[in-house]
């Protein structure tokens, strides 16, 4: 028998029950569907995530304390301790492959003023010029050290007057003393710090460290008080970052300040922005598959449907089994018949399922303000399962039908 | 006409070859078939039958005779415990299922009493159902369908469903779905037994028209007045050949 004829005959006998065979197929759209929609919006929100981190920063070697019995990406500056000394910061400028050295401390800022209006800011980011690249300068340019410059980011520039601030001064109270500064800049992100991707929204001040940052304590190897910050970012040379990674590894271990000023339970924690960004992949990755996981279940009851409307077809049509067998149709001739009534059905919930998934995912990232982001391989999985379901969902009714006598089956009436 | 059939309790060697007719179609040898009813039933019990090329046999013989699982036998739907049915040559107890499900399309036309038709496919779709399973291409098929169902007095109804036709017009539709592979042999299971007498009596005369034609006819009847049609009457009882009337006058 041909497969055209097997279609043919299928596809009618599915357009006879045409109710039946709808309801059974919204159960596999749901199933479907719902796979699709989980995937890509898992899929949306990683690409963003990781677009955010990936691009710019991708030399970016983070030095950070952390608790040992901790792990996992975001887990910076857990302790917030204040282990790295200047001595290391200058320590690692001069390993091989090392563009910039990047220090961040914070400054507690206790009122600060604009325009005669109290801004409701409590911090600023103490940190050097090397840290303003030129795609994250949005209006202005960086500060300089040792001058009364203060760069922000643009969710504080729109609590100030926009990009119109750039070139008016600001009133900071920092440890009781006041100070006028002058906006010199408004950026997007910095380098070397994680605001890039998801922390745009947070208003932010940056400030030199010097003359700002005045934090210091003991340095072991020089016995002299220095500047102690809670992070240290090593920019490196692109060609060169698993080299640098294992240099700064190395020297924070065996040599650095910060190894001899550690706590019981800190440890100093070296990871690129690969690294993270396969941390924070990973974990995406696995809640996606878990809720994703979930809306298989639907697509297992979509098949059950199926099973189960191919079994009450079998029982309708045993005459119709037995007819066709006294004409001549073998047992796989009837299999192949039921079979592809099962598959079509699973595949017409895979036509319909994808795209209402893909529109419902559409959406969900639409609302959740993330840019869209096909999961190619679960599509392909979906429409695969379809089918699959559909085939497994029917062989077992199916191979009955094969099965009836047709002697029974033209007496069944 | 020589018409030539055997008693069961005879043996093998003293059948003899159909003497005008060519070789026999259908030749059944000591065909045993028991059921497991709660206790065994015997249907069958040693029958021996042999239908030359061309002949137009009735068997007829009460409800339980053992007619119907004959019937069964000769159209390839069941195999016998003992003894052999050879159709077209070919022995269907020691043929594979799927060949004799191949036998069963090309070799046998059944019609039966409640017609038997797929109510979903019209007329012509019904007719060449059989060359679906047999492989035929689609226009050709489709082509013979029509032809034989204008042969059959239906030219005009060929795209009809069979709730959309008559129940004299089903069984012309079930006749030409039988005729549609040219088999060697039709086999029709009490074609009146659902129509009126009127309807009756054209369906009889088409099937003698077929028998005309040269072909084999195998008619299964509890009716003495419709058995009457052919050449020849079996009478079967309780599982066994009772005795054979000749009604072609001939011999």
Known sequence: MDAAETLRIASRSIRAHRLRSALTVLGMVIGIASVIVFATFGASVQAEVVGGIGDTNANNVFVVPAETDQGGPGDFGATGALLFTQVDVDDLRDIEGVRAVIPQGLVPLSSVTYDNRTIGQNQAIATVPETFTGNYVVAGRGFRSNG????????????????????????????GERRNVTVVGIVSGTRGGFSAGFGDDTPQFYLPVDPFYTTRARSPSIGADVKVYPQVTVVADPSRVSDVKRSVETYMTEESDAAQRLPEGVEIRVQTSGDIVGEIEELIGQIT?????????????GAIGIANITL????????????????GARNRDVLQMFLTEAVLLGALGAVVGVPLGLAVGWAATAYAEVGFALATDWLLFSVAMGLFVGAVAGIYPAWRASKVDPIDALRYE | MAVWAIPGDMSETTRREPAAAGDPVVEVAGARKTYDLGGTVTALDGVSLSLPGGSYTAVMGPSGSGKSTLLNLIGGL???????????????????EDRRAAIRGTEVGFVFQTFNLMPRLTAVENVALPLVFDGWKKSRR???????????GLGDRLDHRPTELSGGQRQRVAIARALAPDPALVLADEPTGNVDTDTGAGIMGLLADIHADGNTVLLVTHSRRIAEHAERIVHIRDGAIERIEDLSGGV
Not at chain 1, 296 to 301: E, F, N
Not at chain 2, 144 to 151: C, E, G, K, V
């Open chain 2, 78 to 96: 069941d195999t016998p415990d003992a003894g052999s049915v050879r159709v077209a040559g070919e022995d269907l107890g020691a043929v594979s």
């Open chain 1, 148 to 175: 009364s410059e203060l760069v922000i980011n643009r969710a504080a520039a729109d609590q100030l007057a926009g990009n119109d601030t750039v070139g008016s001064t600001v009133q900071l109270t920092i440890s």
């Open chain 2, 142 to 152: 489709l082509e013979r369908a029509r032809d034989i169902l204008a042969d059959v």
């Open chain 1, 312 to 327: 009450v077809s079998v029982a309708e049509r045993t005459k119709e089994i037995g007819i066709m067998k006294a004409v």
């Open chain 1, 289 to 301: 598959r878990f809720v994703t996981g979930i809306a298989v279940i639907s697509l297992v009851v």
